[in-house]
């Protein structure tokens, strides 16, 4: 995933990650009131989702389907980069072989094309990020699914993303439930 992209990616993942945590600290509140009566602080974890998009079969196959649609796309472009330049190449050959208005005609043919290249390119990146959104998305949501899980099941109100930029500057190694995620996502094969 490109870098430039994973500032806004990282806070949206932490957003949708806290809504989802809500029905967990509802659930943790419902036990909370004799731990609150008794002074005792909330059980906060951390999880490096990025580890957990890395090492985990989810998130090695979005990935790779990622990777599988940026290659399709970029092969025709590619093609088309290339007629793009056999073009100019013959312009340039043909030159002073071709009348001014022959000339004239044949570049405007490659003008035409370089935009509509420029067009079809935009259209492709477009295309690629919001594939790249939708397939990072699917694993947010399983990211969340197990989160919560391990969350409710090990009594923790809090788990914070480590791998994100910014928001854990810390973590104690003995508060990470990144394993145990892994290990909860790849069971349940989401």
């Known amino acids: 995933m490109a870098h430039r992209t994973r500032r806004p990616r990282a806070v949206a993942f932490l957003l949708v990650l806290l809504a989802a945590l809500v029905p967990v600290w509802a659930v943790a509140a419902d036990a909370g009131p004799a731990q609150a009566a008794s002074g005792a602080a909330p059980r906060i974890a951390w999880v490096d989702a990025q580890a957990v998009l890395d090492e985990t079969a989810t998130g090695k196959d979005i990935k790779a389907r990622v990777e599988a649609f940026r290659d399709s796309r970029q092969k025709v472009m590619d093609l088309e980069e290339a007629d ?107």
């Open 84 to 190: 793009l330049k056999k073009l100019q190449e013959k312009i340039e050959q043909q030159g002073s072989l071709l009348s001014d208005d022959a000339r004239r005609q044949k570049v405007l043919e490659l003008n035409e094309k370089a935009v509509a290249f420029q067009k079809k390119l935009a259209q492709y990146q477009k295309e690629l990020r919001d594939k790249t959104d939708e397939l990072l998305g699917e694993f947010n949501e399983a990211l969340v699914k197990a989160v919560q899980t391990v969350a409710a099941r090990e009594g923790y109100q809090y788990v914070l993303d480590h791998g994100g930029e910014g928001s854990v500057l810390y973590g104690a190694p003995e508060l990470d439930l990144t394993q145990t995620v892994k290990a909860e996502i790849d069971a349940h094969g989401q």
